[in-house]
């Protein structure tokens, strides 16, 4: 009897040894190499498959650890998503993390007047989506089908915002959040638009000006010579003619402006076949609201922000010739 009392004393002893290194072990920070380490964990994942992706990873020293700590949390629900860790993190600290959610985001931001071109570059310079993927998920409209029928790719829907992404986001999944987020932002405008010339339009207000209470002015001017049937002859469109032709080259040659391609408003009346840029939402309520002018014309002021507006070509071209002036004797 009294051997079998030491024999149960020491298993008793034994197991609490063991607890308690299980326990010092869990405590212990772990990291098999320096520096940053991104693990993704997918919807579905049971405790092993995310053991095992942690031990691969270097984030713990033994899949058991991972077990140990959901054995002393039995209602702890794991979530999916990517994880950033950056220094020795203890495998309770581990499980903690990943049972809060302490999901991994990077912001990536678009400017307001950033066309699909821009944003490629953009995204490309992050290393996570190569700008020839975004491109490819760009052209095609199908995510803004319903909103407008003809537009010929989602420039223009991609709504210039702060985005959250991962390392595992693809192009696909920045194109559906841009334009779910364009998709908030006019239907706080003006959903019973025609969302395509609306679009359009603001792209080229968007393009031609950054003065704040200009916006509606140019978009009265643009509608004004719309309703007489005149060119628009709007600048930022013959670019924009230019990129689609993979002929931009950072200046406006007299080719660019001659250009039949049907984007070039100086080709072309009216407005363009979609939109050359993505607009913000007060671009977007200029074009829904344009200012009731008699103006036509506008040029850039020679000395400093904003544009002269006038009402007939005879005042257009002394404002041009006084612009003109003002360079030439600057510089």
Not at 192 to 218: C, H, N, P, Y
Request: net charge positive; with cysteine.
């Amino acid at each position: 009897m009294k051997k079998l009392f030491r024999y149960a004393l020491i298993l008793f002893a034994a197991a609490v040894i063991a607890g308690i290194a299980t326990v010092w072990s869990l405590g212990q920070p772990y990291q098999a190499a320096p520096g940053e380490t991104f693990v993704r964990i997918e919807h579905g994942w049971g405790t092993a498959a995310i053991a095992r992706t942690l031990k691969n990873a270097g984030v713990i020293q033994y899949p058991w650890q991972l077990y140990a700590a959901h054995v002393l949390n039995p209602s702890a629900k794991l979530q999916a998503g990517e994880y950033r860790f950056a220094a020795p993190s203890s495998a309770l600290t581990v499980f903690d993390r990943i049972r809060r959610g302490d999901i991994y985001f990077f912001e990536f931001t678009v400017p307001e007047g950033s066309n699909r071109f821009d944003i490629a570059r953009l995204i490309a310079a992050t290393g996570i989506i190569s700008a020839d993927d975004f491109l490819e998920a760009s052209a095609a409209p199908s995510l803004i089908r319903d909103l407008a029928p003809n537009a010929p790719s989602l420039e223009g829907f991609l709504f210039p915002s702060t985005y959250r992404l991962t390392h595992s986001s693809t192009a696909a999944d920045l194109c559906r959040l841009m334009t779910t987020e364009f998709r908030r932002q006019w239907k706080k405008l003006d959903p019973s638009s025609d969302a395509l010339k609306t679009v359009t339009l603001a792209s080229l207000v968007e393009k031609e000006t950054g003065v704040a209470e200009e916006r509606k002015i140019v978009a009265g001017v643009f509608s004004n010579r719309i309703e007489k049937g005149m060119r628009l002859d709007c600048d930022p469109t013959t670019i924009y003619a230019a990129l689609l032709d993979n002929r931009y080259t950072g200046v406006i040659h007299k080719s660019d402006l001659l250009n039949q391609n049907p984007y070039n408003t100086y080709q072309n009346a009216g407005l363009p076949p979609g939109p050359i840029a993505n607009p913000g939402s007060a671009a977007l309520e200029a074009a829904l609201r344009p200012a009731e002018t008699d103006y036509l014309f506008f040029v850039a002021k020679a000395d400093g922000p904003g544009h002269v507006f006038s009402a007939t070509r005879a005042a257009h071209e002394k404002a041009v010739a006084a612009y003109r002036h003002a360079k030439h004797k600057a510089g």
